[in-house]
């Protein structure tokens, strides 16, 4: 008897391994398609409270952030704003001008300094 239901159920399993597979690649398939998506961001209007240096922060850091995060921010030392700067030139490619890196770090000094 065993060898009778042997063939039945190797013929069986094939028949149902085939569409399990399709609809594996389908599920596969569809989790690679890029899908658009709306975001709604709040409003960023709001600008650094006028200083020394808040022309260089303005013009160089509201492109990726807000003033409200920037001013979030825990208090840092002077060598750690300066490595923050830094880090968004090189590692993130922020389009800040070298000359402004000394009054970035001086402004958010002034403002969030652990100093």
Request: contains cysteine; positive net charge.
């Amino acid at each position: 008897m065993f060898r009778t239901l042997l063939p039945i159920a190797l013929i069986a399993g094939a028949a149902f391994v085939s569409p399990c597979a399709q609809a594996q690649d389908k599920q596969a398939k569809e989790k690679l398609l890029l899908k658009s998506v709306s975001v709604d961001l709040p409003n960023g209007d709001r600008m650094f409270p006028s200083k020394l240096g808040s022309d260089a922060v303005n013009n160089n850091c509201l492109a990726c952030h807000s003033a409200g995060m920037v001013l979030n921010q825990p208090v840092l030392s002077r060598s750690q704003w300066k490595d923050e700067v830094n880090k968004m030139r090189t590692a993130y490619k922020a389009p800040v001008d070298a000359g402004d890196v000394d009054a970035i770090v001086d402004y958010l000094v002034s403002i969030r300094s652990a100093n």
